[in-house]
């Protein structure tokens, strides 16, 4: 550590270390700082995150207007859109592609790839992380996996189309599908790219937070969020692998002929000679991978609103410890819990069973977790900065979508829900917007400390507010939809009787859906505008405790100047009783607060709180604290 | 600040405005982009009017915020060039904000559950339908209170505890009481859950067979894009089928040389008696489909290289369940909800629920999936091809070598 932090002083006095000279290159695109490459997982992320939303535009118009004509598509889209209408296969492509973008590359990348970076060095006091090498790779990976992923609209067959989750033999079989061909191989090969790019990312995380925390810092001084990176971290290196493992047996049996997943198939009259695999063996091991997924997608955002609902209400976060061990109990049953995604899909019922029992009793640390937000709030002193709005949003939703999510883990209700709408509005609350809210929560309040620069909060207001109200219009209505029995993944609800009546529905929810979409462009103008002309942050902006404010606002490699700080206490000391100002910093020690400590802060220590006991006696002034 | 240049700089600020909206890729983005690229053999006239009309309009809206944001701008800094402290408390009007959500909120809840909760499904029609119905009842029950109470606690603390200078946020890192509290009610109220759902499950999944009262067993199988249903014929019993045996004329693979199979029926739909438990064996040809009777509270996927199983009783014929709920044109239906390519949206077939006597009449009619050509190729003796002069009493010989032949 030390001998970067010596590189460091001199690169910004400019020496001219030959080796270590920055061009434009090292700084700005193989760039090996954490926080660099933090802001270019975010800026990636939001660009994903605007053409995912951009197709989901494009097929809720289909729902919404199934016959009409929109002329512009054609131009737009070519042969996809013939006649200005969005073509079954092609309506099928866009939910997949949608899918995929947006839970891997928008909440697993953009989120954990951008805020485990940025925040683990800064927040444990690190100069940066474990292996800062591996870390520009597990950037680039993902990058080519993007790049990968889009190119598949390029090519003739257009891209995979078979659900993100594509299961076979719909995903194998080439004849079964158009996107099933080259398509398909295409997200093949961008998934083991984004696999590997997280699993580098993974363990530098989870090396960093282990071996690299500052003097003082012990795991139960860590702010929750670097609790949520690290957990979220373990969870994808021991999930990942499983995803690849399944994908390379999906290569051989598309490329190779070998039949993991396939057996006794018939296209019409055309008889495969595949024989013995099993299509459920798929489901098995993208769900052992798909349900802690979902996990690594909203333990961020949690530990995120966790540190911004403590900060914004002055307030410690309560129940720290349950906190903590509310994410572990999450972590640990988020393995054993995969089954429920499959209760009507031909699994052995028994299993169906055991598998809900284990599905709702991971509704009891999700619970405690909303509780304890409440109860953060109660009493607080709340300042609503656009990160405060967009966490109390999430809140909002993570009940909203939790709360679903207990009718679908129930293996009988699931019968008649499974694959509805129902589904699509629960995790689309609980993903879709909850994990999306932690984002917005993070970007607005940690974007001084990557950019050093503020954004616009009346922009944010505008922001939040669009989008909360928009969010519940779009997905609110769905459960509906889903609770009729309208299947998810149909192209058009005029081949059914009974779906007519919601086609006015849809025609609603595709206009609030653009107007979520429009309102974005007030976060993408305040976000990029607020890099190069936003007002320039101070130190500590939101007056918080955690380490990062303590670095100063102008970037240097190794994060401070001098020494790494020294932490004395919790990350949560806000409105201590006994204190001038109402948030004491992690690196304040007690001597300096001799007015504010509190028995239980000396951990048993005698000698402390003697010494605390002298103090008081000495100064009983002091002791009408508050 | 921002929004002054913003303001003052139109043209950079156009530009920004587009770029962002290009970058959306929102439906007007790809308006203004296809109008960009336009091929000029269509009469894209219109078209081009309505991309440059609802641009103009998203730019009038731009501009209009901008404008609001510039006043707000105005008004603060001449409040603080009065010396009067800062115009806008956003504290207070986010707190208020908040507070009309709540109110709001909870009336569109309402509503929604009023008047699209009338648009659902009708009670269920089968038996086990009956206790998933009561399961959901419950579980809506109290996922509502629980949606209620922890919005009205998440908004109304939103609200009160907004922030001023004045106070000071109160100290209180945890309660252990409490927390207990909170991990072990919901834990308890989970368990009962978790209880009746487990035993629902249960009694769908492994049920006793009643001898006296065997379910009707019928094949469904699933391809792109339809339904083939096999009736077992007067034997009870749906044969056997092998992938491998598939052509053109037997398209379903069924093995005739299994006894059970050679009175199999077609039937191109599903006709049910009512009160009487059915048995669908369900298979695929192709890719995974899932059968889905929503009406039933029926779904099982069908996937290919194994039969998935699903017994169910139901209870309401399709002429009780017209009356029910006032529609005569109601049916029942049974529909893929497993994605399975460009035709998933339409895989449909209709489902009667019927009384014993009808089911009689209608399975007399229906016919075999056994025929001359597949005899042939199954090596079984076929009907010997007579004139039409012929007298029933031939026919008669025919049956009984027929029968000889199913019997062997």
Known sequence: MSTIALHDEHNHDHADHGHHKETLISKYIFSMDHKMIAKQFLITGIIMAVIAMGLSILFRIQLAWPDQNFPFLETFLGKWAEGGRIKPDFYLALVTIHGTIMVFFVLTAGLSGTFSNLLIPLQIGARDMASPFLNMLSYWFFFMACVIMMSSFFIQTGPASGGWTVYPPLSVVAKAMPGSGLGMTLWLVSMVLFVASSLMGGINYVSTILNMRTKGMDLWKMPLTIWAFFLTAILGILSFPVLVAGVVLMVFDRSFGTSFYLSDIVLGTDILPNEGGSPILWQHLFWFLGHPEVYIVIMPALGISSEVISVNSRKPIFGYHAMVYSLIGITVLSFIVWGHHMFVTGMNPLLGGVFMITTLIIAVPSAVKTFNYLATLWRGNIRFTPAMLFAIGLVSFFISGGLTGIFLGNASLDINLHDTYFVVAHFHLVMGSAAIFGMLAGVYHWFPKMFGRMMNAKLGYLHFWLTFIAAYLVFFPLHFLGLDGVPRRYYAFTEFEFMKKWLTVNVFVTWAAIMAALAQVAFLFNFFYSIFKGKVSPQNPWESNTLEWTAPVEHLHGNWPGEIPTVYRWPYDYSKPGHDVDFIPQTVPFSQTMSSNLPHDFEGNAEAEKIQQDWELANPVAENKG | ?408
């Not at chain 2, 156009?14 to 296809?34: E, G, H, K, M, P």
């Not at chain 2, 915020?65 to 006043?71: F, L, P, Q």
């Not at chain 2, 077939?349 to 199954?378: C, G, H, M, P």
Request: hydrophobic share 45%; glycine share 4%; charged share 20%.
């Open chain 2, 1 to 408: 600040m921002s929004l002054r240049k913003f303001i003052t700089n139109k043209t950079t600020a156009a530009l920004a405005v587009l770029i962002t909206v290009f970058a959306n890729t929102s439906v007007f983005a790809q308006d203004a982009a296809a109008g960009a690229a336009a091929a000029p053999k269509v009469d894209m006239g219109e078209v081009y009017k309505s991309v440059i009309f609802y641009i103009l309009v998203f730019l009038a809206v731009c501009l209009f915020i901008a404008i609001i944001g510039k006043a707000i701008k105005v008004y603060e800094l001449s409040r603080e060039a009065q010396g009067k402290p800062v115009g806008i408390n956003w504290n207070r009007v986010h707190a208020s904000l908040f507070a009309l959500f709540l109110v709001i909120g909870l009336y569109g809840v309402y509503w929604e559950y009023t008047v699209h909760g009338a648009m659902l499904l009708p009670d269920a029609a089968s038996e086990h339908g009956k206790k998933i119905d009561e399961m959901f009842n419950l579980t809506l029950i109290i996922t509502t209170i629980v949606f209620v109470v922890t919005h009205i606690l998440l908004f109304g603390f939103s609200y009160i505890y907004k922030y001023s200078a004045k106070r000071k946020a109160y100290y209180y890192p945890h309660n252990n009481t409490i927390e207990k509290i909170w991990t072990i009610v919901p834990a308890l109220v989970l368990t009962v859950l978790v209880l009746m759902g487990f035993l629902t499950w249960r009694s769908i999944f492994f049920k006793v067979e009643d001898p006296n009262n065997k379910p009707l067993q019928i094949e469904v199988t699933s391809e792109q894009f339809k339904w083939s249903i096999r009736y077992p014929g007067a034997d009870g019993i749906v044969g056997n089928k092998n992938y491998k045996l598939t052509t053109a004329t037997n398209t379903l693979g069924i093995d005739f040389k299994d006894i059970n199979s050679r009175d199999d029926e077609m039937a191109d739909e599903m006709v049910l008696p009512v009160g009487k438990p059915v048995k669908l064996i369900l298979t695929s040809k192709d890719v995974i489909h899932s059968f889905y009777m929503p009406h039933f509270r029926v779904q099982l996927n069908t996937v290919p290289g194994m039969r998935t199983i699903f017994e169910f009783t139901p209870t309401k014929t399709t002429a009780e369940m017209q009356q029910e709920t006032n529609d005569p044109n109601f049916k029942y239906l049974f529909l893929c909800a497993k994605i399975c390519g460009a035709g998933h949206y339409n895989m449909q077939k209709v489902v009667r629920v019927v009384s014993e006597a009808e089911y009689k009449t209608w399975i007399a009619e229906q016919k075999t999936y056994l025929n001359d050509d597949l005899r042939k190729q199954f090596n079984l003796p076929v009907a010997p091809v007579k004139s039409v002069a012929d007298s029933a009493a031939a026919d008669s010989v025919a049956v009984k070598t027929n029968q000889m032949a199913l019997n062997k």
